[in-house]
Structures are given as structure tokens and as C-alpha cells.
């Protein structure tokens, strides 16, 4: 199953800034001419984070624990909004302009299963910026990481540690109370590429937890923090992000299953999802699409998706 790895990016720079140091390794990750000022904002950037991180976890969680109301909803409203500042600096220093594309599709996106390809390390963080109380299912060792295990325990986000049975358990009792729940179908970040290979995670929860798909799209280019490049190689241009929400449909509508059992039911889907993927890749491929004439910022399009709910 996939899993927001956001809770990697502190550990992340520390091995990648040792990596950098090892004389001629890798140089096709080299930065390229005119883009060392790109690798120091993107630095900065990286930084930044762990500030948000460090701040929000001993200033600001203990704060939002101890008001009346939701609090698990309240503390993903805080970790969404460290995401959209972080995004703005993103944006601000020029490293990379996010486009959103069927905005109307996101605004339905209450009660859904969100699939997602997953290209860039920045994904969770751009889905969770636009989903201020979007829950996710997220590996075991994000629960015990040293800085960001309060953020997740505090906001009862899906573990994947307690077996299938009780992960679909969760994921149905998410849906009843109208909560996104996003997913990465192939457990990791796609090389650079390639095409996305679906796990059947996302299909039996699908399934089983009687929940709507809500596929999602995302184009990086230039590639950026992909799996196959570290955290420091900075492209020299500016990066186009481009995350498309296509309309939400019932599993039924990309295969019938009413009739196999559900094993072989997740199997059809899984299938079914990996065509409609890879079709809209290449339709995107055929077409050269571009970024949108007039895109719109992750932070400019936040404010209206979500109705805000009683803390």
C-alpha cells in the first residue's frame, strides 16, 4: 500500500548531504549549469521544513491537543497548513509552479478513495496541502519517528501495521465520517520513465470498504526528488507540476466485479486502474500537453475545496 512519506524528508537530508560528499558518485545527478542556486533555495527549503516540523511539533500540537472539539481533524488542518507554507516558499524562490486541474472533481473528493501516481517526493505534501483534513494510510515506521510521530498519532491517521483486515476496518469507518483517504497504489515513488504498477492495496480497500475512486494524476517536469535522484540535484529550469482530479466513479465503473470472488475482484480492478493509468499518460504523451494557460497555485486554490467543519 502506498503511504505519505513525509515523515522521511529530515532523514532523508542528512543521508543525502552524506551521499554528496562521496567524490564522483552518481554524476548523472550532478547540478546542472545554472542550477546551483536552485540547490541552495532548494536547501533552504528542506531547512525550512524541519523548522515548521520542530516548531509545530512542540509548540503548536500541544496547543491544538488541548482545545475542545475534533482534535484529529484539527491537527491535520495544522500539518495541511505547514504544507501550503512550504509550498509557497517552493513557489516563491522559483523552484517549481503547481497547476490544478479539475478543481471541481477535488471538491467532491468527501467519502473517496484517492488514487494517486506517485512521480515526486513532494506528492503527499501537495494531496495533503489541498485536503487540509484528508487521512492517509501510512507505513508502521512513520509511527515511531522521532519528530513526526505526535502529528501522526495525534491525527489518527490509517496505519498499515495492524494487518488488511483491520487497515479496511479503519478505511470504512473513515468513509462514514465523510474523511478522503489517500493512497499511493505502488508503494513507492515511480523511476523516472516509467509507467505506474499498481499493488491490489488500493482495490480491496475499494472494495471491501465500499468506497468511490478518485483517481488523480500527477506530471513532474523536469523530474524532481523522483526515486532515482537524491534530494540535493536540482534541475536548471523551473519545475511544472501539474496535479489533474479526474471525477470520482464507483469501482464498478472501471470493471464489473459483482460476480468474482474478492480476491479475483481486486485483481480485475487493479487491472482495470493501471490501463485507465497508463492511457491517460499516453493520451497526455500523444498530445504534448502543457501546463495550464492560466494555472492557479496549490496555496490560491486551498481556501475553497474543503467546507470547513466544527473544530
Known sequence: MGAANFGKLTDTLAQ????????????????????????????LCFIGFAVLAIFGTLVLLPAA???????SRRVRRLASLGFRILLVFIQSFSLGKIHIEGKENLARA???LLIANHPSFVDSLVLFALLPEANCIMKAVLRHHPLFAPFVHAGGYI?????????????????ENGETIIIFPEGS???????????????????RAGMDILPVTIHCDPPILTHDRPWYYMPSRRVEYVVSFHEPRQPRAFAPTDDLSPPHAARRLTRALQTWF??????????????PSAPQS???????LQPNRSS
Do not use: Y
Request: aromatic share 4%; proline share 8%.
Open 16 to 43: 543525502g548531504a552524506a551521499r554528496a560528499a562521496i567524490p564522483g558518485r552518481d554524476a548523472t545527478c550532478e547540478p546542472a549549469p545554472g542550477s546551483l542556486w536552485r540547490g541552495g533555495a532548494n536547501v
Open 65 to 71: 491537543l488541548v482545545l475542545p472539539g475534533n482534535r
Open 110 to 112: 468527501s467519502g473517496c
Open 159 to 175: 496505519s498499515n501495521a495492524s494487518g488488511p483486515l483491520e487497515t479496511i476496518a479503519a478505511c470504512r469507518r473513515a468513509k
Open 189 to 207: 515513488r515511480t523511476p523516472a520513465d516509467t509507467m505506474p504498477r499498481l499493488h491490489r492495496g488500493a482495490a480491496q480497500i475499494a472494495l
Open 278 to 291: 497508463e492511457h491517460q499518460f499516453d493520451s497526455m504523451h500523444t498530445a504534448d500537453i502543457a501546463p
Open 298 to 304: 496549490t496555496f490560491e486554490a486551498t481556501a475553497s
